[in-house]
């Protein structure tokens, strides 16, 4: 959600070796983030990493204080990874897709098109869902569709192609 002080990097995906290392699996595949910090948030409890290395595929081997046998490193299966917010390096421009997540979303003649309700990650490109009252569309994230984005207003400006699929917004 936008602003808080914490971000949801990935997960812990499985123990890894008899020491109490985990495997942790993060939503961006080339993220270097567990290799610049020296603690992350597991299931809402804050851990020091003692090790940390990238694994050929989308992971990370960390090694976690407190966490020492692979039994312990078991029980940590499942459970979200975080990192402090500051302790991303932004550049100016760069924007944070949990931050889209409660904006207002306008077309580009400022007729207002609903709020972002979601971002869902493909493996092509990331799409925005956007709620309008009970109706849900489906919009790719790219500068072709998406052509501002106010992260202080909590706007998002966007000029959608013709015939964009329109559902209807389920609970779950």
Do not use: Y
């Not at 602003?3 to 008899?18: N, S, T, V």
């Not at 013709?162 to 209807?168: L, N």
Request: proline content about 4%; overall charge negative; aromatic content about 2%.
């Amino acid at each position: 959600m936008r602003g808080d002080p914490r971000l949801e990097i990935g997960g812990i995906a499985r123990a890894h070796g008899i020491r109490g290392e985990v495997v942790v699996h993060t939503h961006d595949p080339d993220s270097e983030i567990l290799g610049e910090v020296t603690e992350i948030w597991v299931g809402g409890v804050v851990r020091k990493m003692l090790e940390a290395r990238a694994t050929p595929q989308r992971g990370w081997i960390v090694l976690l204080e407190g966490v020492e046998t692979r039994t312990d490193a078991e029980h940590l299966r499942g459970q979200v990874v975080e990192v402090d917010r500051e302790a991303l390096q932004l550049s100016d421009g760069d924007v944070l897709l949990d931050d889209l997540i409660g904006c207002k979303v306008v077309l580009v003649d400022g007729r207002e098109w609903g709020t972002i309700a979601a971002v869902e990650m493909g493996a092509v490109q990331d799409v925005i869902v956007i709620h309008d009252g009970a109706v849900e569309r489906m919009l790719p994230l790219v500068d072709q569709f998406v052509t501002n984005i106010d992260i202080a207003g909590g706007v998002v400006t966007i000029d959608p192609p013709e015939g964009i699929p329109e559902g209807k917004v389920t609970t779950r």
